[in-house]
């Protein structure tokens, strides 16, 4: 009989020298990306997917095996694929990807070459705000650092390919958006500032339900103070938010299991 206790991964051929440097390293940032969320509790069962895109080869993407939780996730196990979907290199002979996450991810790769990284969850609270007509309230410094935020109407589970001209057009030029009654989306340069503005809007979020459920009167900045926060927030006023911090999300991932350098 097979041996059960043998893992998906623990078959997978040796990646690193398959792919080139660039590859290897666009590899560690995208299962570091996955790791993160899952210890900071950002994940929905096997679904939901980031995707990076591989410098110096902007048609190809890498994105998790479909069936693995983001706490699985290795450099090595991540699958290339082509903006079209096509699937480049597979290292597992059984999985796939998800079809839902190819439509949504694709579209936004495909008209911002400005992104490398996009990261789509469907937490708790981010759907929450996902059903407020008010959407993304500026009730907090760090909400208003993550404006401005898009929003995109449902449209059902994201199969039909003709949507994606409709999200990208709402989008914009904006790192953030809401998918409504749907969940939260970042669009960033990199997996480490797409990393930092998903949290940013995931505690956002987290803060508004909180602050609205206590059923009290709120306060809000002045449109003055908003619009001025957000300015100082953008990423070419003063830096990049999340390449600082990067080095540290490294190490506390490392301080727990390095095994997603694998």
Known sequence: MPDTNVTTSARIDPVRARVSDAEWQARLDCAATYRLLALFGMTDLVYNHV????PGEAEHLLINPYGWMYEEITASSLITIDIEGNTIFNPHPDLGINAAGYVIHSAVHAARPDVGCVIHTHTRAGMAVSTMKCGLLPLTQTAMRCMPVAYHDFEGPALNLDERARLVKDLGSACSMILRNH??????P?????FNQMYSLEMACKAQVDAMAANTELTQPSEDVVA???????????????????????????????????
Do not use: C
């Open 183 to 188: 969940g939260l989306l970042t669009a960033s």
């Open 190 to 194: 990199t997996a480490a500032e797409a």
């Open 51 to 54: 995707t990076v895109r591989i």
């Open 228 to 262: 001025h926060s957000v300015h100082l927030y953008q990423p070419t006023t003063r830096r990049p938010f999340g390449l600082l911090e990067w080095p540290a999300m490294l190490r506390y991932l490392d301080r727990r299991d390095p095994s997603w350098r694998e």
